[in-house]
């Protein structure tokens, strides 16, 4: 059974902090890692992938990989209200499977 | 719009009835998916279809779905005699070629299936 985990919230964050999204996944051999965005009642939207090891930035936001601990996390600096949403981890393991991803509040 | 478009946004259902989802992937896509998502749950693979091919249907419950995708028109998620438990949100993505690593899978807006 692959095995996508993350801790489901909510995690609650000042205006301006940085918010730290955390994914672990069982498959040692996915090779791809994605992060979605889904506002209540809305569809995932991509935010990053990654599928090298290391940090990948792209604006506010930081997607780092590490294979050998099976990790995968997105920090977010200086998080703005706007940002409140459920973060959806998902991994490539012949199909993607997905985290039950972990609720975000950015307090204003 | 290039995106992917699915519909009908809303569907409603008697038990016994059928269901027909339609989605047509972003231009240039020639990969689609088709997930479930129930209330405070996470996103389910159910399928994975190439124009003509089921590719992976891993996902889909044994009886009552099916999924295609023709030379033309849309792909089609199927249920019948649908049940109370089918209700959820059905989301359709689509992808480019995927090679040797899997391309970033872009989502449509969902229907939102309701059996009374």
């Known amino acids: 059974q692959k095995e996508v985990e993350q801790n489901s919230g909510p995690l609650s964050v000042p205006e301006g902090a940085i918010a730290s999204l955390n994914c672990t996944y069982s498959?040692?051999?996915?090779?791809?890692f994605f992060w979605y965005r889904q506002y209540s009642g809305k569809s995932p939207e991509l935010i990053m992938f990654?599928?090298?090891?290391g940090d990948k930035e792209d604006g506010r936001f930081t997607a780092q990989l590490n294979k050998a601990s099976q990790y995968v996390s997105l920090l977010i600096r200086d998080s703005q209200p706007s940002d409140s949403a459920t973060y959806l981890c998902?991994?490539?393991?012949?199909?993607?499977?997905f985290g039950t991803g972990t609720r975000l509040t950015v307090i204003p | 719009n290039a995106g992917v478009m699915q519909n009908p946004r809303h569907l409603v259902r008697r038990r016994g009835q059928e269901a027909r989802l339609r989605c047509s992937p972003m231009?240039?896509?020639?990969?689609v998916y088709w997930y479930r998502q129930l209330p405070e749950e996470g996103l389910k693979f159910m399928v994975y279809?190439?124009?003509?091919?089921?590719?992976?249907e891993s996902g889909m419950p044994k009886e009552r779905f099916s999924a295609e995708f023709p030379k033309e028109g849309p792909s089609i998620l199927r249920i019948q005699q649908v049940v109370r438990g089918d209700s959820a949100a059905y989301f359709c993505?689509?992808?480019?070629?995927?090679?040797?690593?899997?391309?970033?899978?872009?989502f449509g807006d969902g229907t939102r299936l309701s059996i009374l």
């Open positions: 993505a689509s992808s480019r070629d995927r090679g040797g690593l899997s391309q970033p899978q872009h």
């Open positions: 498959d040692r051999g996915s090779q791809s």
């Open positions: 990654i599928y090298s090891n």
């Open positions: 998902a991994v490539d393991a012949n199909n993607l499977f």
């Open positions: 231009k240039g896509h020639s990969h």
């Open positions: 279809l190439q124009k003509e091919n089921i590719i992976d």
